[in-house]
């Protein structure tokens, strides 16, 4: 990594893990054996072994040339070769919400520790966030890097041609509300406040979808979801604002932490896992 005369050598490690992703297998509907996927060249009607298998461009329908590793290696680009800093922003700049992909921890090399902590602690200190490009994965990618935790994260950014535009969306622009509707929106909004503490949302979903499993397994009733809480019939926005605030005056939000998958106990987290490794005991 790199910004004006100052050469910072990093290693990237990825910062997040999907550890509640479910997977599928695809089956034959006859022999319930799973389907292979195989590369197949048309060409010569034969299977090709993956080792073997060539990267090509396109330049023309039918027409294609080699690339290998060496060819990649070779680009002209600065940031094939560094995370190439080209300026710092105010963090308030940075749109988040559309712009944000993977995200990177950045660890030092040994020698590099005395920059690497000085760049850190300039980007606390001025509340900055670097703007830089880099070749990750056959791309170049726009990145962003800024202190958290002790530590630069790397995170990976949509390009501003990559983000659709809102014009085809049809949005409301003559709706008008008014003061007391807003109001109460305000007090609701106050009463549901909250801090963000992220372990305190679970996953539900792999938990519920083991919970099918096992039951088929064992061949008995699958469980149903529950029924949705009846809600009351209201006529107008004012009226379910209304609502909703009495709602939160009597406490039954207090509901939201189950319902957001709330901090599971040890002794829940350990069922949990042990009905996963008798669910897998069973199936093989």
Known sequence: ????????????????????????????????????????????????????????????????????????????????????????????????????QSAYYLEPEKSAAKPYALLKETLDKTERVAIAKFALRDRERLVSVRSHDGVLVMNTLHWPDEIRTTEELELPDDVKVSPAELKMAENLVGMMAMKFEPEEFKDEYKKALMEVVEAKIEKRQVIEAPEPEAETTVVDLMSALKASVEKAKKGETARGRESRGGQESLASRKKTTAREKSVRRKAS
Request: a negative charge; aromatic letters at 12%.
């Open 1 to 100: 990594m790199s910004f004006g005369m100052v050469a910072i050598p990093v290693r990237l490690y990825l910062a997040t893990e999907s550890s509640s992703k479910v997977s599928f297998n695809l089956l034959c509907p006859e022999h319930k054996a799973r389907i292979k996927n195989k590369r197949w060249c048309p060409e010569g009607d034969h299977e090709v072994a993956w080792g073997d298998v060539v990267r090509g461009y396109e330049y023309e329908k039918g027409s294609y040339v080699e690339l290998e590793d060496s060819d990649l290696d070779k680009l002209p680009l600065h940031s094939s070769k560094a995370i190439d800093i080209a300026g710092f922003i105010d963090d308030t700049e940075l749109p988040g919400e559309l712009y944000y």
